[in-house]
């Protein structure tokens, strides 16, 4: 390794150390060593750390701890005439370094300032690692840019973040050159910043860039069912499936250095657009460790080439920005030139298939005034009916690919799309007005995004827009009786009706045994695939990760175990796990992968059991927050007694059928129970317990798992009436 960037790295390290020590040091001193130390709503501590060493850094005293193994990781620096190997040394003191950093930044949450101002995102909530990172797990994103410092105008920076967003990559931002940081050059250009737009400013604090590797190990511990403490594991998992990179902007000082040397144990290179020494020999990272000196135009392009990522970038031929990355961007009422739907006029959309006669393919028509022929801030009704012809095309798939619509409608930047069916809601920026979007620019997008993501269901797709009252009242009316047929049709399945269920392996690219088994009615933990979806994706993949499995002789009914599944889950399982019942959480259940919207757990005492959602950030009855329940559920493995779910799943007339079913939900939170209110409705009536639902406790009743026997035995829940539950 280059002399001169261990001795900066180690040099580095020593500051930060040095600065973690003084700040812990006043902590103390102004609150005592039980001070409570955190960051915001996680299970997953500091998490660098944890997945480290396993300490579980709660208070101070915990700190002072770590810093003290910190300090022995810190090699001498490199004296001026001897040579000795300095890459070990180096990669240590970068350790270190991001240990001292989460100490620092954790302590910013006690004393201030925090972390989480202005512009600055701070930590990530585990609410956000889990939405953010399926997409790391289902390939919409293929990896994050840690881009440290600021570029040498915010032009520049626009056209790297753009770069970027375009790929799908994740732009974390920290730490600042000459006073300025990137996510500062992005904001003064009015670029829209937030997890929602891939452009994610942790912090302007050299430390913050910490919160990058915090998220990579949490990735690790969450979907890889890396256990706290492996750190060989979590290193090498981060390696070979998070595929980040850290671009260097402008200076790069010893405190730079050491965070640079902190990313490459994770297998994560830096580029850098200034001069200086590189480390090019391949060896922790998959290829070169630091490459330099490269122009601003084709750092990304280098990036992604020294970190191997493979990019596939689709080309829709559309007037502005276009790709998965502007799908969380918002157009606010006052940036908008014209909207459709959304209460201020009728909005539907609608796909159908159609005879091969019928449907004439890449024709776009838009009967009734184009955005040219509106004043900015106008309204205009809007009819999206997309016609297609397929040999293997069947009515199953048109919801499936209908969805799709909201997705697709989002990846051009400055266009903003909600609700589907007859709820759409569209609106066009004055940007992309300006730049030449039209409405039948609608039509392209979905022309070209159908045959990129449908082609071995689709040959054929036409567009048909209205934009007059007329025909979109036409349209809503003929696409009604068929939304309600649709729904009628997919009540009507069950798991009885059906002799295959789907596999789900997406999440093994994360967490590598564990496998959803998708029925009729139980859908992928992560409320994303349902039975349907999987279906028209095997026909679409017929190699991808949604197989069919027969599910053969019934081995055990009221459990939910069928030999055909067993068969595939044992071997999609890579053999750790023997058996699998679809309808029980307390004998040989579910593997968890970190998705779940919601898990359920035993409250001994009521007999009966509680629900929480990933949003629910409070304690709960069980004595644990969500955050801590999914450390121990998640990564692959059966947890009898938990089990990971999707919301949907608790109106299942088959959630936890074995065990009780719904009678056994005794607490869950408010938000979560009107959320879904109506599905859980119309099962209470299936029951016949119409009140039951005023019967499940929630956050406003009881707190605790002695409050929440009172309350049942106060409503006389039926719970208390159902046999033992183990
Ligand atoms: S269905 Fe299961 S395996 Fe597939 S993405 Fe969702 S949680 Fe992951």
């Known amino acids: 390794m280059s002399k001169i960037i261990a001795t900066s790295a180690i040099k580095g390290a020593y500051k930060i150390v040095e600065r973690a020590e003084k700040s812990l040091k006043d902590c103390i001193e102004k609150h005592g060593k039980d001070q409570k130390v955190e960051f915001p709503n996680t299970g997953y501590f500091l998490p660098v750390i944890y997945s480290m060493t396993g300490i579980k850094v709660e208070k101070l005293y915990d700190a002072e701890k770590v810093l003290d193994e910190a300090k022995k990781l810190l090699p001498p620096v490199p004296s001026v005439k001897v040579w000795i190997p300095y890459l070990g040394g180096a990669l240590d003191a970068g350790i270190a370094a991001l240990w001292a950093e989460e100490i620092i930044e954790a302590i910013k949450y006690i004393d201030g300032p925090l972390p989480n101002n202005g512009i600055w995102l701070g930590a990530a909530t585990d609410v956000i690692l889990r939405e953010r990172g399926i997409e790391f797990v289902d390939g919409t994103a293929p990896g994050f840019a840690a881009c440290v410092g600021a570029c040498k105008d915010s032009k520049t920076a626009v056209k790297i973040a753009r770069e970027l967003q375009e790929k799908s990559i994740y732009v974390f931002m920290s730490a600042s050159t000459d006073g300025k940081s990137m996510a500062e050059q992005l904001a003064e250009e009015g670029i829209e910043l937030g997890w929602d737009t891939r452009l994610v400013p942790f912090g302007k604090d050299i430390t913050s860039t910490v919160y990058s590797a915090g998220f990579s190990a949490r990735v690790a511990l969450t979907f890889g069912g890396v256990q706290p403490g492996d750190y060989r594991r979590m290193l090498l998992y981060n390696k070979d499936r998070v595929f980040a990179f850290v671009i260097a902007l402008g200076e790069v000082d010893d405190e730079k250095y050491a965070n640079a040397a902190g990313a490459i144990n994770f297998g994560f290179p830096t580029i850098a657009d200034t001069n200086i020494p590189e480390v090019l020999p391949r060896g922790v990272c998959t290829y070169e460790h630091v490459v330099s000196n490269i122009p601003d135009d084709e750092i990304v392009t280098k990036a992604i080439d020294v970190r191997g990522l493979k990019i596939t970038v689709e080309k829709v031929d559309v007037p502005v920005a276009f790709g998965p990355a502007f799908?969380?961007?918002?157009?606010?009422?006052?940036?908008?030139?014209?909207?459709?739907?959304?209460?201020?006029?009728?909005?539907?959309?609608?796909?159908?298939?159609?005879?091969?006669?019928?449907?004439?393919?890449?024709?776009?028509?838009?009967?009734?005034?184009?955005?040219?022929?509106?004043?900015?801030?106008?309204?205009?009704?809007?009819?999206?009916?997309?016609?297609?012809?397929?040999?293997?095309?069947?009515?199953?798939?048109?919801?499936?690919?209908?969805?799709?619509?909201?997705?697709?409608?989002?990846?051009?930047?400055?266009?903003?799309?909600?609700?589907?069916?007859?709820?759409?809601?569209?609106?066009?920026?004055?940007?992309?007005?300006?730049?030449?979007?039209?409405?039948?620019?609608?039509?392209?997008?979905?022309?070209?995004?159908?045959?990129?993501?449908?082609a071995n269901i689709m040959d054929k797709v036409q567009i048909k827009i209205y934009t007059n009252p007329e025909d979109v009242i036409v349209l809503k009316k003929k696409a009604r009786e068929i939304f309600k047929a649709r729904d009628e049709r997919?009540?009507?399945?069950?798991?009885?009706?059906?002799?295959?269920?789907?596999?789900?392996?997406?999440?093994?690219?994360?967490?590598?045994?564990?496998?959803?088994?998708?029925?009729?009615?139980?859908?992928?933990?992560?409320?994303?695939?349902?039975?349907?979806?999987?279906?028209?994706?095997?026909?679409?993949?017929?190699?991808?990760?949604?197989?069919?499995?027969?599910?053969?002789?019934?081995?055990?009914?009221?459990?939910?175990?069928?030999?055909?599944?067993?068969?595939?889950?044992?071997?999609?399982?890579?053999?750790?796990?023997?058996?699998?019942?679809?309808?029980?959480?307390?004998?040989?259940?579910?593997?968890?992968?970190?998705?779940?919207?919601?898990?359920?757990?035993?409250?001994?005492?009521?007999?009966?059991?509680?629900?929480?959602?990933?949003?629910?950030?409070?304690?709960?009855?069980?004595?644990?927050?969500?955050?801590?329940?999914?450390?121990?559920?998640?990564?692959?493995?059966?947890?009898?007694?938990?089990?990971?779910?999707?919301?949907?799943?608790?109106?299942?007339?088959?959630?936890?059928?074995?065990?009780?079913?719904?009678?056994?939900?005794?607490?869950?939170?408010?938000?979560?129970?009107?959320?879904?209110?109506?599905?859980?409705?119309?099962?209470?009536?299936?029951?016949?317990?119409?009140?039951?639902?005023?019967?499940?406790?929630?956050?406003?009743?009881?707190?605790?798992?002695?409050?929440?026997?009172?309350?049942?035995?106060?409503?006389?829940?039926?719970?208390?009436?159902?046999?033992?539950?183990?």
Request: proline fraction near 4%.
């Open 327 to 454: 799908e969380g961007e918002r157009v606010r009422k006052e940036n908008t030139y014209i909207e459709f739907g959304g209460n201020k006029s009728e909005a539907i959309e609608f796909l159908s298939m159609a005879d091969s006669s019928e449907v004439e393919d890449g024709k776009i028509e838009v009967s009734g005034p184009e955005v040219d022929d509106v004043k900015e801030g106008g309204v205009l009704p809007l009819g999206i009916e997309v016609l297609v012809y397929g040999r293997k095309m069947q009515e199953d798939f048109e919801p499936v690919m209908e969805r799709q619509i909201h997705y697709f409608l989002n990846y051009p930047s400055g266009i903003f799309h909600m609700g589907q069916r007859d709820i759409s809601w569209l609106r066009f920026s004055k940007d992309a007005v300006k730049s030449g979007f039209k409405i039948r620019h609608i039509g392209t997008v979905l022309h070209a995004k159908m045959h990129l993501q449908f």
């Open 490 to 726: 997919l009540g009507a399945l069950t798991d009885e009706s059906v002799d295959t269920f789907y596999s789900c392996t997406l999440c093994q690219s994360f967490a590598p045994n564990h496998v959803c088994a998708v029925s009729p009615e139980r859908p992928g933990l992560c409320g994303a695939y349902n039975w349907l979806d999987c279906k028209a994706s095997y026909e679409i993949n017929p190699t991808g990760p949604n197989q069919p499995i027969k599910k053969g002789e019934t081995l055990d009914e009221n459990l939910g175990v069928w030999k055909g599944i067993n068969d595939f889950v044992y071997k999609a399982s890579h053999q750790t796990l023997e058996s699998f019942s679809a309808y029980s959480m307390i004998i040989n259940p579910m593997t968890s992968c970190g998705c779940f919207e919601v898990i359920t757990t035993i409250l001994p005492s009521t007999n009966g059991v509680m629900a929480v959602n990933r949003e629910y950030s409070g304690m709960t009855p069980s004595g644990m927050k969500f955050s801590t329940m999914a450390g121990m559920v998640g990564g692959g493995i059966q947890t009898p007694g938990f089990i990971g779910i999707s919301k949907f799943f608790i109106g299942s007339k088959k959630f936890i059928k074995a065990d009780g079913g719904l009678e056994r939900l005794v607490w869950m939170p408010k938000a979560l129970k009107e959320e879904i209110r109506d599905i859980l409705e119309e099962r209470i009536k299936e029951m016949g317990m119409e009140d039951f639902l005023d019967k499940v406790a929630t956050e406003e009743e009881a707190e605790t798992e002695e409050e929440v026997l009172e309350w049942i035995q106060k409503v006389n829940h039926p719970v208390l009436k159902m046999e033992s539950m183990m």
